[in-house]
């Protein structure tokens, strides 16, 4: 009979590192849902009834969920904020919750610059334009004078928020020539070196040709941007948000692109997803959307079960796995 952990996934996992996690535990897969429920309604009473690990990325791990793993000693949740656990619940029985940060910075920060060069150089209408077959020899040079957009070369990128996805972005950035400044107030001066300045927020608003956001979404930076700091941002700037759309006030914003008081907007996440089609920010030509994808890869997936394979195996080891949320159940 093995006597290895019993360890239930039922997120999606790369199968490289499921056989790495079957040299020390017995691994059940399950087929991951979408539904964001409760991990106790997936009929799976008989694995959790015995399973020790479990692995989730949308299945909410409750206090039903706990009640039904009476032999639960860890949980990862693939995610960077496990907002699918319980913390308090898992705290309270001594189980440590395992994180994957920076699962997808690397694919955000790539559709985020995406965003930002179909912004400023108007892909996604030139594109539009294009295919409705509006190109006609009458006027072949027309998409020179619809379409003319910015060279980033020379120009200033301003960053809001120095975590992994920003310092992504930065690295982007500089490849193109741009020079780059930081709101971040829990970075010291000298976090980028010669890369990038650290800036106060409305000197970062003000003296930035391109704008784009990477704070995470918290209780102080729900509204982060409103009409006081819209203004701030000159009328030729560009503002993109690939990270929450809460960060930004919703009328202020729609105000700002009506009265066009940007250059221009690229957004991949809305304050009611999905976005409704008669949302007002629809009908302007400043605006360039695309529907919340910016972790839309499998390189996620595989990325996340590289950091969840790390985690697990300190944690077997008597470990303190560095991912671990709450850390008070370790004891010193």
Known sequence: MSMKPHLVITAAFDPVRVDELRKDFTVHEVEPSIAGE????????????????VITELDEV???????????????????NPVNVDIAACTARNIPVLTTPAR????????????LLMTVRHTSQAERWLRR???????????????RGIQLAGRTLGILGGGAVGRGVLRR??????????YDPFLPDDAFGDEARIAPL??????????SLHVPLMKDTVGLLGVRELSLIRPHAYLINAARAA????????????????????????????????????????????????????????????IATEGLLEWLKGLKPTTVKNPEVFSD
């Not at 409750?62 to 995610?79: F, G, H, I, K, Y």
């Open 247 to 306: 960060l930004i006030d919703e009328g202020a914003l729609v105000n700002a692109v009506d009265n066009r008081e940007l250059a221009g907007v690229g957004l991949d996440v809305f304050w009611q997803e999905p976005v409704q089609s008669d949302h007002r920010l629809f009908e302007s030509d400043l605006v360039t959307m695309t529907p919340h994808i910016a972790g839309a890869s499998d390189d996620v997936i595989k990325e996340h079960s590289r």
């Open 104 to 115: 997808n910075a690397e694919v955000t920060a790539d559709l985020a610059f995406t965003l």
């Open 173 to 182: 950035a500089r490849g193109f020539g741009m020079d780059v400044i930081v």
């Open 62 to 80: 409750d206090e039903e969920t706990l009640t039904t793993m009476p032999a639960l000693r860890a949980v990862v949740s693939c995610r960077a």
């Open 133 to 147: 077959g509006n190109w006609s020899s009458d006027d072949v040079f027309a998409p020179y004078s619809l379409f």
């Open 38 to 53: 409760s991990l106790s309604t997936r009929g799976i009473d008989e694995l959790l009834s015995t399973a020790e690990v």
């Open 202 to 211: 409305d000197e970062v608003l003000s003296s930035s040709d391109v704008i």
